[in-house]
């Protein structure tokens, strides 16, 4: 048997435990999660379990997508460079197109400030029946949003912006969050836990690197400067949000195809748990496809 025979092999039984890494409640911290963890596999069983749930996911989304009556959004945050883009591309590949739908959220048009700071992510969820992942999200507002202060150059009224401001957004976010879950939502919210070491070593790669260097912004070594402002932003935000129906998965993140076999894991599994069905004809209309079934093999 070939190297990539028996790898496939095995992702038929191998399946990631999960559990560790899904937040329901306050009571977590950032460095209880290893950035390098990766449960003992090797890469090779990684990619091939990768493979195996891009296969099955597939198949549940045809079955979401015909069933039209639920959604699934899926989250995704975390510091520069730790591998949102590469996540999205390579777990969401072997999906169906017309049911899935990507949207970044980049910093806001003076259209988007013109609004409350939910008007451009209420307009991106999905339909009932698709798949919406989000590239950055809401929680921009409550974590880069506060860490520069930049709700003091927005178009809020003064009494909007007292000290309970951040306190009132988090309570926002997850009553929003709720109302999603109960209008038939499925929510995941992943963040990706990288070390700064490691992004070091990306932010070089794509300076030494030609065809990564579009990819390389000055801004990302301003932003590197706030790394432990940022994580306690995160842990809080993940803290104060993280609920049983809208729980965050915090996916070590230093080996990229461990946290893309973690991430198709958890979307798998919440797939089968939605367990969308095929919808069922009823007599008549099976009795009009044995009509139609007749009409066509006269039709010669």
Request: net charge negative.
């Amino acid at each position: 048997m070939s190297e990539n025979a028996e790898n496939e092999k095995k992702a038929k039984v191998i399946r990631i435990k999960t559990k560790p890494y899904i937040v329901t409640s306050g009571a977590f911290h950032l460095k209880d999660i290893d950035t390098r963890d990766k449960q003992g596999l090797k890469k090779e069983d990684g990619k091939a379990l990768l493979r195996r749930n891009r296969e099955q996911m597939f198949e549940w989304q045809e079955k979401l997508y015909a069933e039209n009556r639920q959604s699934l959004l899926i989250v995704f945050q975390a510091m520069d460079a730790a591998g949102k883009d590469g996540c999205i591309k390579h777990v969401m590949r072997g999906l169906n197109p017309q049911g899935t739908h990507v949207t970044a959220f980049k910093q806001p048009s003076s259209e988007e400030l013109d609004h409350d700071y939910m008007w451009r992510i209420n307009r991106a969820l999905p339909r009932r029946g698709e798949i919406g992942i989000f590239n950055r999200s809401h929680y921009e507002e409550v974590i880069v949003t506060q860490l520069h202060n930049l709700i003091a150059d927005q178009q809020y009224p003064e009494d909007v912006i007292d000290k309970h401001v951040w306190e009132n957004r988090y309570s926002q976010i997850r009553n929003w969050e709720e109302y999603l879950v109960e209008q038939g939502y499925h929510i995941l919210k992943f963040f990706l836990h990288i070390s700064k070491d490691e992004q070091r070593e990306r932010l070089l790669d794509r300076i030494e690197e030609e065809d990564k260097n579009w990819k390389f912004s000055a801004g990302d070594l301003a932003e590197r400067e706030h790394w432990d402002e940022y994580q306690s932003l995160y842990q809080e935000a993940i803290r104060e949000t993280a609920t049983k129906n809208a729980p965050w998965i915090v996916v070590p993140a230093d080996r990229k195809w461990f946290a893309r076999a973690v991430v198709s894991q958890v979307v798998l599994e919440t797939l089968e748990d939605m367990n969308p069905k095929m919808p069922e004809l009823s007599k008549e209309e099976i009795r009009e496809l044995d009509h139609w079934r007749e009409v066509l093999n006269n039709d010669k």
